[in-house]
């Protein structure tokens, strides 16, 4: 079914904006922290859209999210979320230490029409980073024990859609749901780039997110969602030993370092198939007392990103496109040198219909100074890469549940 014909069936957040009843929202501000610190807010910001329409309406609002994962540096409280969402609110909020106990549920039961609560990291529950198909979500404790207090399930954290956890997809098997602002916008971006049918969409990928990429990539170029694709950062060696071999033992170490080895495969099995479509790097930049440009026979050290002669012929091919969908780094943009290949080909997109995805692609993106004149700014990283791939979301399975079970 097209993503357009989805979104359709899918409830739209209006339908939920009623003065006084009580909507839990799940928003994704999982952010990057360093030394206890968020370093970058853009998923808390965007979230606040959302949050204001709900308020502004007179719903009381229990807000749902995570930080990080248990057993990692990043999985804090959400303590550390609060004043930056009440800054980009211009309001002040709740929080409670606490996500299904006696304390939370006496907070959600006394809040009153356009106040908002936010409730500790989900992921505090063990249950919630099991994946479970939505009717066994629905028989989890936080389901269990929040939905009864609740009158609707409002979803919009896009940059979780592809977790199938308690606090995704639990709420819609049980409480009449829909889409939140946030997330209804992603799909609709989407929905565009696949309503070209390929037609003069391009896709440049990068990163590090090497099987995921490789997957949407296929799927892309399979659907012929794609005309073109050009490849850099570590996606970019993957595809660059498949299709000249071991011109350079570093690379294939790198991509060893990694895990990444039976990617070399599945790559040539993409070029095999697509190889006229996709561009791979000629030259990259290394780091010999600064950055210097070396072609792919040549290398010395591990490359930190495309070189200029590759610049040059992926500028000409986002020149020549409508759309393009900008996913990974094309080199190591934490040091500015090596951002230079991300950040040019970040402006050539902007003069184009640009949609751009993942947590280092903004952080380069806001860099670059491209953020505003883009057509689609994704909160998602796995969620965006996934979704352009064809993947069904969990999220959206679940909403379709509700679609049919509460609002037909
Ligand atoms: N050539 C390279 N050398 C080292 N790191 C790279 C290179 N290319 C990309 N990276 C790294 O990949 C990471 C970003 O990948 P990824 O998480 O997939 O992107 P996003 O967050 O935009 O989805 C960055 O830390 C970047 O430094
Ligand atoms: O940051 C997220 O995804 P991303 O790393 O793909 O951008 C989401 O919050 C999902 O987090 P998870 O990958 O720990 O489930």
Request: hydrophobic share 45%.
């Amino acid at each position: 079914m097209l993503l357009s014909d989805i979104i359709n069936q899918l409830v739209t957040m209006d339908k939920c904006l009623k003065k006084d009843k009580v909507a839990f929202i799940r928003i994704d501000i999982n952010s990057p922290i360093v030394n206890g610190k968020i370093i970058d807010d853009f998923r808390i910001r965007a979230h606040t859209v959302t949050l204001r329409l709900a308020l502004d309406a007179g719903l009381k609002v229990v807000v749902l999210a995570h930080q990080g994962r248990p057993g990692q540096d990043d999985f804090t409280s959400l303590e550390l979320h609060k004043p930056l969402l009440e800054k980009y609110l211009e309001r002040p909020i709740k929080f409670v230490d606490d996500v299904i106990g006696p304390e939370a549920r006496k907070q959600i039961k006394e809040l009153k029409g356009g106040e908002i609560l936010l409730l500790e990291n989900v992921r505090m529950l063990s249950e919630e980073v099991i994946e479970k198909v939505p009717e066994a979500q629905a028989e989890t404790m936080l389901v269990r024990k929040l939905a009864p207090l609740g009158d609707y399930f409002i979803f919009d954290g896009f940059a979780v859609a592809h977790r199938s956890q308690p606090s995704v997809v639990g709420f819609p098997i049980v409480m009449p749901s829909c889409m939140g602002y946030v997330f209804e916008k992603e799909l609709r971006a989407l929905a565009t780039v696949f309503e070209k049918r390929g037609k003069g969409v391009t896709l440049i990928a990068g990163g590090a997110k090497i099987p995921d990429t490789l997957k949407a990539i296929e799927q892309l170029l399979k659907n012929g969602l794609v005309e073109t694709v050009a490849v850099g950062g570590l996606v970019g060696f993957v595809f660059a030993v498949a299709k000249y071999g071991v011109v350079n033992n570093l690379l294939r170490q790198e991509i060893e370092k990694g895990g990444f080895l039976p990617y070399i495969d599945k790559a040539r099995y993409i070029l095999d198939k697509y190889g006229s479509q996709i561009h791979t790097p000629i030259d990259f930049a290394i780091n010999r007392n600064g950055r210097i440009d070396i072609d792919i026979y040549s290398l010395t050290q591990v490359p930190l990103d495309i070189g200029r002669s590759t610049i040059i012929q992926f500028k000409e091919i986002i020149r020549q496109s409508d759309i393009v969908i900008f996913s990974g780094p094309m080199g190591y943009i934490e040091d500015e040198k090596f951002a230079m290949g991300t950040i040019e080909l970040l402006r050539a997109g902007a003069d184009r219909n640009l949609i751009l995805g993942g947590g280092h692609t903004i952080f380069a993106a806001e860099k670059a100074g491209v953020i505003s004149k883009a057509f689609h700014v994704s909160t998602g990283g796995r969620a965006f890469i996934q979704t352009i791939g064809g993947e069904e979301m969990p999220a959206v399975k679940a909403l379709l549940i509700s679609a049919k079970k509460f609002w037909a």
